[in-house]
C-alpha cells in the first residue's frame, strides 16, 4: 500500500488546484510544484491577487456585472446611449461586446440561463431585477444576447414573454454565430455582425 | 436508362462524370453514375482486432472463418464508421479492446479510420473510441475526424453510408418499439442531416422538459418556463413528425412493392404503416391509424402539423404533470407491417416476418440511392444461410449491382461458384484477416 508522502498544504494546493474547471490532476501537480520552486513572492503575489478578488469585488447593483466601485464603470458613464439595453448571460460576455466596440448602450447580467436539467429556473437568474429595471427605466430597446445554445435560446423566448407587456422594442441577436457556441469565444468580426443585424424578437 | 446503354456496344467516359454510349446508328449520353466505396481500412483496439490494415476492393467480399473469429466485429467496424452506432444496443466503451482496457494506461483509445472514394475524391473518416483516467475513474468519449481535422460527430454522417443484414433483422417486427426507433433514426440520420440535428435538439428540449416536470410535482418550476419548453418541442417534434413522414411515404412504397413482386410471386401483399405519436391513443388503435393517415395529407403542411401537436401536448399537460415526463410525441413513435388487416409482430409467422424486414431493408437500398445518387455499401451477416434458393438469388442479385458489399459465413459452400469466383475472398482467423487459411 503506497502512502501519500506529499507534506499537506502540498496536497492541498493540487487539490484546490485540480477543482478549477479544465485542470486536471496532473496541470493541478505541475502547477503547484511551479509555485514551489519559483521565486517566494510568485506565490505570495498570487496568495493577494487571490485574496483581493474575493475582498473586491462584488455585484454592481444596477446591471450585475462583475465590479470594484458600485455602480460599476458601465452604468456610470454617462456617455452610454440610456435607451439601448443589452442582457447577456454571464460577465465574460459582455466583456465580448464591449471588445467588438459595435454598441454603447448598457447592459444587464443574468448569471446564467434557464436549464431544468441543471435546477436553474428564472428565480435563480437576475430576472425579476431585469423587468424590474425595464418598467422603471428610459430602455426603448431591450436586445437579447444570451448565447445561441438551447438553455440561452429557451431563456430569450421565456424573457420575451415577460417582457412582452412592456412597450420596449425586444430584438435578438442576429444567426451567424456558431450554433452551440459561447459568446465569450466568439471573433469580434462575427460578434459585431450579429449585433449590427439584429432582429425583432417575435 | 443504364439498359439503354447496355444495348450500345461503346462507351466513352467524360471527365465530369457523364459518358457517351453508342453503335454505329444510334447514341446516347447519360451521367456517370456516382460512387462511394471504402477503400481502406484500419482498426486499432476495435473489438478482438489489435491492429488491422485492409485494402478493400470492389464489389463483393466475403469474409469466411471459423465462429467467434471476428467476422461480424468487421461489419460492425464499417457500420460504426457510417452511423457512429453499433447495431448492437450496449455501451461504446465495450467496443474497445480487452486487452487494451486490462493496461489500465492513463488513455486508451480504439480507432477506426477508412479511406473512402468517391467521384469528387478521396476522404478519411476517423472515429477515436478514448478512454479517459479522471481522478480514480474512467470517463468515456468520442472524437470524429474528417481528412484528419476534428469534426461533431453527426459530421461523419453521410460521408459513407452503409445498410447492413443481421440474421437477428426480425426482431425489428417482433421486439419493442425503442428497437424500432433506433433503426429509423440511424437510417434516416445517414441520408438527412437536418433530421440528425433536430433530433438531438429535440432530445435536449425532452430532457430540460421532463427535469421541469418533476420539479413542478414537487411544486417548483413554474408554467410559464413549462410553456417556454412545450413552444420549442412542439417545434421540433413537428419537424421530426413530418421528416419522418415522408420516409415512411417513399419507403412503404418501395417495400410493399418489394414484397409483392420479387417475395412472395406477388401472392401477398403487406402494407407498411407508420404510427405517429401525435396524441394520446394507443399505437395499433384505429385512432393512431387515422392519424397516420392524416398526417400522409399534411405532409407539405407544417404549421398545421405544429398545430395539431401543439393542441395534443395542451390536453396532455395534466397527465404529463401527474407522470413528471412528456407523455406524448416523436420520442413515442412506432411504426409496423400489416399483413390482410393483422398485425405482423403479433399475428404473422415467422417467415412472413423475415420477408417483410427483408423487403424492408432491400427497399432502403434504393431509397438512399435514389435520394443521393450513391449506392450504400451492403454489409451482411450471415444472412445468405437462412434464406431460402429464390431469396438468396434476389439478395445476391442487389450484392452485385452494388458498388460495395462485405459478407460473412461460416461456411463458403452457402454460396454458388459464380459467385464466389467474382468475389474476393479472405479469411478471418482470431482478428487477423489474410487471403488464405494460414495451415
Ligand atoms: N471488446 C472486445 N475486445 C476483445 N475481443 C472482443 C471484444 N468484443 C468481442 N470480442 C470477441 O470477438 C469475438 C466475436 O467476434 P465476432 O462476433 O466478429 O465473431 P464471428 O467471426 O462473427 O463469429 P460467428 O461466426 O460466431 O458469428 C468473440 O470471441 C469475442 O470474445
Ligand atoms: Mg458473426
Ligand atoms: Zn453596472
Redesign the pocket.
Known sequence: MAHNVLPQPVQRLIDEFARLPGIGPKSASRLTFFLLRGAENQALELASALQELQARTRFCSVCFNITEMDPCVVCEDSGRDPNLLCVVEEPLDLLAIERSRAFNGRYHVLHGAISPVEGVGPEDLRVAELVERVQGGTFREIILATNPTLEGESTALYLQRRLAGTKVKITRLARGLPIGGDLEYTDEITLSRALEGRQEFS | MTEVCHSLPNKVELPDGWAICYNAREFFCKPRKKFMRITHLSLTN???YGRLELTLPAGATL?H????????????AIYYLATTRSPHINQDQ??????A?QTHDPVIVGRLVARVATRQGERQLEVRLINEQKGQQYSFRREALVNRRKVRLMDLLGQVRAVLFLPQDVHLITGSPSQRRRYLNITLCQIDPIYCRQLSTYNKLLEQRNALLRQMAEGRGGHDVLSIFTERLVTSGSELFARRGQFFSNIARETQHIHYEQLTDRRESIRLRYLPNLHDSPTNSSETLQLADWLEDHLQQPERIKERFWQAMQESKAKDLARGSTTIGPHRDDWAFWVNGRELGLFGSRGQQRSAVLALKLAEINWMTSQTGEAPILLL??VVAELDEQRRALLLNYVQSAEQAVL?A?DKAMFSDPFLQQATMLY?EN?RISANPTA
Open positions: 476495435f473489438r478482438n469474409l472463418g471459423n465462429n467467434a473469429q471476428g467476422k461480424t466485429n468487421l461489419l460492425e465495450q467496443l474497445i479492446h480487452w486487452d482496457l451477416d450471415e460473412t461460416t478471418v482478428g
